[in-house]
């Protein structure tokens, strides 16, 4: 794994050829510099880190942004243990089931900022950038939440056209508080487009099977096989004590990654993650025999990801 701190934070506006007159898409051009040899993480600004990958190098990219909630995303890791001691009136402690005493210490906060003035403004270009890194088989994926879905979706429509349009799926899962003066919201959106449309590879068959949800209305075999997915995904979120759990705020899920990773792209393929967070992609990548290009911006984040990475690798390559 190739670890590669690319440029300091700061957008490049992409480039364009004065004499073309308006150029029908706006993609930063290829530099050259970053070869695929090796899985590789880059800190930095995901814009000019994508001008500087290979053009249709990629089966598949995934992006995770964040998603303009107008605050910081913040997770605080707690450490908690029994102190029957305890003076109740200090902080950091709380009671429990049968009265017990418990004391929670801070253990680490991880943040990062999820506030943008102009978010499609700041979409567009990495949009157009991760188009043209696509291989003609590629796919996108793009992770998003209901406040922004819909604009979202007109502003990949303009980048991809419409007819390379495949799929609105829908990550649903259960955790959190429950608003009483509305629908508690509770699902992502994963909107889904084919670099060439019709040419995009798709292994419905590498799926992971489902059950079915009433498998009396199937015979006993398929039952017992199960269902492929459809564009409705049923997904806990990373579970609290879970082995996967980093501690990363907006951490994903590595089953849901999986799906996306085992169905568009092939064995031994080039993934990419512009938002990598914690590294989720390339944790998948790493069981499923992909290769991965991870970016994030923040220090945090390639510290997360690293440790989860190494902790990743085979016995035999860890050093
Ligand atoms: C929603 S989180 C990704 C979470 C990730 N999918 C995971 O499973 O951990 C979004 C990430 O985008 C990063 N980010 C925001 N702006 C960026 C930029 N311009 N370039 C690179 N990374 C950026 C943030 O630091 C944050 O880690």
Known sequence: MRICEFEAVGARPPETDPDSGPAP?????PEPGLVLDDDLLILGDNLPALAALPRGAFDLVYLDPPFNTGRAQTR?????ARDEAADGARSGLRTGFGGRRYRSTLLQRLSY?????DYLEFLEPRLRAARGLLADHGTLYFHIDYREAHYCKLLLDEVFGREAF??????AYDYGAKPRRRWPAKHD??????RVPGRHHFDADAVEREPYMAPGLVGPDKAARGKRPTDVWFHTIVPTNGREKTGYPTQKPEGVLRRIVSASS?????????????????AVCRQLGRRFVLVDSSP???AVMRERLAAARPRAERT
Do not use: K
């Open 25 to 29: 898409e706006r993609e930063p051009q």
């Open 76 to 80: 605080a890791t707690l450490a908690v």
């Open 113 to 117: 900022e999820d506030a943008f003035g």
């Open 166 to 171: 495949l799929n609105e799926l829908i990550w």
């Open 189 to 194: 959106t994963i909107l889904v487009y084919a």
């Open 266 to 282: 092939r064995p031994g393929g080039w993934c990419l993650d512009p938002f990598a967070g914690s590294g989720t992609l390339g």
């Open 300 to 302: 945090v984040a390639h």
